[in-house]
């Protein structure tokens, strides 16, 4: 528990006593952001379970507009990138530089395969007119409150995909540094925390998944 | 030197660190200019400068609500239109609860004095620290946008629909208290990260300063409620952009949802905006009684349990928005429930003071101001979590002295205390104690004048928001507004001997209250990073029946940057001042 300044490795910012102490803080750090990420998106889900109480027909209905196939691809994608980037972690812990970018570089090329596939829903859903809201003017679904699906449709693929285009700036950022021989068994705080928050990018999509495409 | 038995595990070598009273170096001695504070790291800094920012905030809103009085002098239109007069209203409530009272105790005192109290030399993450301020700053700019491009009408509830028709500029202040909410969460993040992993050797749970105590009951609330402001604002703001509906009832939405979802936010945000309040008071109650608080375990938990409570009871806002009976009882008994531990709070600070040698300093003068202001504040909220009387009140000037009791009466008070109370160890400079004491009494009698009429004019039904009214309440109208200047001229009294005390103040002794608090073994004003050693804390913050030495203990072989570590308890004075 000395407090010598002298003594630190070079990756040890001055206010923390040791490694041991950095490295704890900024994974706390991380969970108790990602409780927050939690009820930001459990705002979401409130909505959609409000609705869903309400108008339960409504979302049966306009969930046969969604593309269960191409969702399903989707969640094996991610799923897949949760599997690298644990490997990833993995091959930092164990000093292996080339398997964390080889793998860091799997997971960006599999969340943009996933921002890919989303385009192109979204793109065919905007050529029908399924667009959120007042701007909403397909006529496939006969439902006062169809437009109001898509909305939540909308906002929770939206933030979703947000968060994926945010993991994969991360990712690029941590491929960088590793590049640049930052990272080493004895210090990967960024590899382990930046896991974390791609973990709870795919947790959240694998809730999405059924509440919006498989419901019958 | 010494061995002190922290934990039942480690025995650690430790010595006396006397504070120096005439520190060479201090934080604002080193690292000077604006550049270097823009840029700093350093908690103290930042907690200076989110208090410099709250002051401009709070002389903003204190302008709107003298503009806002002064418009009720008479029944009648007296100087400003019924719009402007909307605008202003919303305007005051905005600044004043996301850009004062949300921020003013825990990002501007509790950034000065967490870290100190921990014995730690920064926050967890300082980098983010100051991340959050520069997002409060642009919350500010749009804030400030929409002040001046066609204001704000809604209300600081921003309900819907009215705020989606609004010709006002909603947008951008629904993405200025968004970005805010990004500030508060990561100030909350930083705090319990600090609490948990950066405390000095021997401060255990129980050990913990009550102000720590507060201000992690705090920190909870900011991370599990205010994204939920965020995920609302946000969905409000695609439904101007979009028309997404969800709200909207003129496409099949729900405007009591976005109620549910606002009060979700905003009840448990009172707390953010009282608890830390609580926190200053048990700091400041102990010092001056100079004796152990009493119940310290019923005081640290009653704060968790008002956290936890406090998501329960959101309902209590909605009593007459047509929500189910059944929910409206449950909110009614669970708001009930919540007066509990805010009670148990209370007397535990009454008893604190029996028997205590009591040293009315103006902090502490503060802390009786809140005792009996926030006590009619909290009894009043009781009031209108009765079903039946709330009807009657919902929307009135009563609900509007309740408000300000607690907001004005308690946070607002509390953090004049902690103010008060730290100001000798921010700045290095005592205030002038007699003119404080003068401007506290001006605030006391000012604020009664102001908001003691209301609950009488809202109990005979005169409601809020409304520009004019009818002759029957002139005077008790014209009785607040002259009231308010009263409060005004308190206000400027204490900006002007807070401000001289900076230039010609005496100076500050490292523990000018003798408190036992661990930051006051800092200098006045502190190192850069805090401490010269590593504290080491073998007494509780309270235990005012043990000498002072038991409280100045510091690691053996911590010598600043690597100093010789070899001296001896004699020496331990010299090592302070020769760094
Ligand atoms: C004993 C604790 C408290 C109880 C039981 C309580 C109860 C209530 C109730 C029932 C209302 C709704 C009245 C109505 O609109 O008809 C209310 C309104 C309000 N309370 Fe409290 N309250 C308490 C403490 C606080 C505290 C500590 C604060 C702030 C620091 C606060 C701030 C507010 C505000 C801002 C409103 C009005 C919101 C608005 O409509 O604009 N309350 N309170
Ligand atoms: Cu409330």
């Known amino acids: 528990m000395a407090n010598h300044s002298t003594s630190h490795p070079t990756h040890v910012q001055h206010h923390f006593v040791d490694s041991d102490q950095q490295f704890d803080s900024a994974k706390l750090g991380m969970w108790v952001f990602l409780v927050n990420e939690i009820l930001f998106f459990g705002g979401l889900f409130c909505a959609y379970i409000v609705y869903r109480a309400w108008h339960p027909e409504l979302f049966t209905q306009a969930a046969t507009e969604l593309n269960a196939f191409w969702g399903a691809v989707n969640t094996v994608v991610l799923i897949g990138s949760s599997l690298t980037v644990a490997m990833a972690i993995r091959s930092v812990q164990k000093n292996q530089i080339k398997g964390l970018k080889i793998n860091l570089l799997i997971t960006i090329a599999l969340a943009v395969v996933f921002m890919v596939v989303k385009g192109f829903e979204y793109a065919h859903k905007f050529e029908l007119g399924i667009l959120p809201g007042e701007l909403y003017t397909y006529e496939g679904i006969e439902h006062a409150q169809a437009a109001i699906f898509f909305s939540i449709y909308y906002m929770m693929t939206g933030i979703h995909a947000l968060h994926v285009i945010i993991g994969i700036g991360l990712m690029w950022w941590i491929y960088v540094r590793a590049n640049r021989g930052e990272f080493s068994s004895e210090y990967y705080t960024p590899v382990e925390i930046t896991g974390l928050y791609w973990h709870l990018v795919d947790l959240i999509w694998i809730f999405l998944f059924p509440l919006l495409y498989l419901i019958e | ?579």
């Open chain 2, 1 to 579: 030197m010494a061995t002190a038995e922290v934990s039942n595990t480690r025995t650690l070598k430790v010595k006396r660190f006397k504070p120096s009273e005439d520190p060479k170096k201090t934080y604002l001695t080193e690292e000077k200019g604006l550049w270097s504070w823009l840029t700093t790291v350093d908690h103290k800094k930042i907690g200076l400068m989110y208090l410099g920012s709250v002051t401009l905030f709070f002389l903003l809103g204190g302008v709107l609500a003298l503009l806002l009085r002064t418009e009720l002098l008479t029944p009648a239109k007296t100087f400003i239109e019924a719009d402007t007069y909307n605008q202003f209203f919303t305007l005051h409530g905005a600044i004043m609860v996301f850009f004062v009272l949300v921020p003013s105790i825990p990002a501007a005192l509790g950034n000065f004095i967490l870290p100190m109290q921990l014995g730690a030399k920064d926050v967890a993450f300082p980098r983010l620290n100051l991340a959050s301020f520069y997002i409060y700053v642009i919350g500010a700019i749009f804030t400030f946008f929409a002040l001046v491009n066609n204001g704000l009408d809604t209300g600081w509830t921003f309900y819907t629909p009215y705020s989606i028709e609004s010709n006002s500029s909603v947008i951008w202040v629904t993405l200025g208290a968004f970005i805010l909410g990004f500030s508060s969460i990561l100030t909350g993040t930083n705090f319990i990260t600090t609490i948990h992993k950066m405390r000095a050797p021997g401060i255990t749970w129980g050990k913990l300063p009550l102000n720590i105590w507060a201000l992690y009951a705090t920190s909870i609330i900011q991370v599990l409620a205010t994204p939920v402001l965020a995920i609302t604002l946000l969905l409000l703001t695609m439904e101007r952009v979009f028309g997404i509906g969800i709200f909207d009832p003129a496409m099949g939405g729900d405007p009591v949802l976005f109620q549910h979802f606002f009060w979700f936010y905003s009840h448990p945000a009172v707390y953010i905006m009282i608890v830390p309040g609580f926190g200053i008071i048990s700091e400041v109650i102990t010092t001056f009684s100079k004796k152990h608080i009493f119940g310290y375990w019923a005081i640290a938990l009653s704060s968790l349990a008002i956290a936890f409570i406090g998501f329960l009871v959101w309902g209590h806002h909605m009593f007459t928005s047509g929500q189910s009976a059944v929910a409206t009882t449950v909110f009614s008994f669970l708001t009930f429930l919540v007066g509990i531990p805010t009670g148990i709070k209370i007397l535990n600070w009454v008893a604190t003071l029996y028997k205590g040698s009591i040293e009315m300093k103006t902090p502490m003068i503060y802390v009786f101001i809140f005792l009996f202001l926030f006590s009619i504040g909290g009894f009043t909220g009781i009031m209108l979590g009765s079903l039946a009387a709330d009807i009657h009140l919902h929307d009135t000037y009563y609900v509007v002295a309740h408000f300000h009791y607690v907001m004005m009466g308690g946070t607002l008070i509390a953090l004049l205390a902690g103010l008060h109370f730290w100001w000798p160890k921010m700045t290095g400079k005592m205030y002038n104690e007699f003119q404080a004491k003068i401007g506290a009494a001006l605030i006391f009698i000012g604020f009664n004048m102001t908001f003691l009429p209301q609950f009488i004019m809202g109990s005979q039904g005169m409601p809020r928001r409304y520009y004019n009214y009818i002759d029957q309440f002139t005077i008790f109208h014209q009785t607040s507004t002259i009231g308010s200047y009263i409060l005004g001229v308190g206000f400027l009294l204490i900006a002007y001997y807070l401000l001289v005390s900076l230039f010609r103040g005496e100076k500050a002794p490292a523990n000018p209250w003798g408190s036992r608090g661990l930051e006051w073994q800092a200098t006045s004003p502190p190192d850069l990073h805090n401490f010269d050693h590593t504290p080491v804390i073998i007494n509780g913050p309270y235990d005012y029946h043990k000498p002072m030495e038991e409280f100045q203990l510091g690691l053996a072989d911590s010598g600043h940057n690597g100093h010789d570590p070899s001296h001896d308890a004699t020496g331990a004075k010299q090592e302070v001042v020769s760094n």
